[in-house]
């Protein structure tokens, strides 16, 4: 039979659990955050996708800025890397998802949005418009006059 108290085993077995389920929270944290493939995301259900999309909003939330970073750089590295074909499919899929929602749902969708610019510092809201920009740029000019086409008359 062991010779130590049995309060201090229960303090050691303590401290070891303790330790460890920090370990395990650092190395959860330090994961990195998966970027969905494009055609993958598109094929999700509706609940599936909002699901992935808020533990992906939750990992991105914990994650440093060189991981948020990170991150975009490699969506966009993902998306940029489509064929023209492959990117328009998407925008036909996403559309018709759009247009298949009840009004109140797009209302809620467009007003979440722009709940979150808004809370966005001026910084990231330049960050923001600056990779809008850049995305543009990578459109073939047929895809830039068709997204201009779409919007609203200001």
């Known amino acids: 039979m062991s010779t130590i ?13 303790a330790a460890s389920a920090w370990l395990a929270c650092a190395a959860a944290q330090a994961a990195p955050i998966d970027v969905p493939d494009a055609q993958d995301w598109a094929q999700l259900t509706p609940a599936e996708r909002k699901a992935r999309k808020a533990d ?12 948020r ?3 975009r750089q490699q969506l966009r590295q993902q998306i940029e ?12 899929q996403t559309r018709k998802r759009w247009q ?3 009004p109140g749902e797009q209302q809620r969708l467009a007003d979440e949005r722009r709940a979150q610019i808004e809370a966005m510092s001026p910084a990231e809201r330049r960050e923001l418009l ?3 920009r850049d995305m543009l740029r990578g459109l073939s000019p047929e895809e830039r006059a068709a997204l201009r086409d779409r919007l609203p008359v200001r």
């Open 5 to 17: 108290p049995l309060a201090q085993r229960y303090r050691r077995w303590l401290q070891l659990a």
């Open 56 to 67: 992906m909003r939750r990992q991105l939330d914990q994650a440093s800025p060189a991981e």
């Open 69 to 71: 970073k990170a991150f």
């Open 81 to 92: 890397g489509l064929t023209p074909e492959q990117r328009q499919a998407l925008v036909q």
């Open 100 to 102: 298949n929602l009840p």
């Open 130 to 132: 600056r990779q809008r």
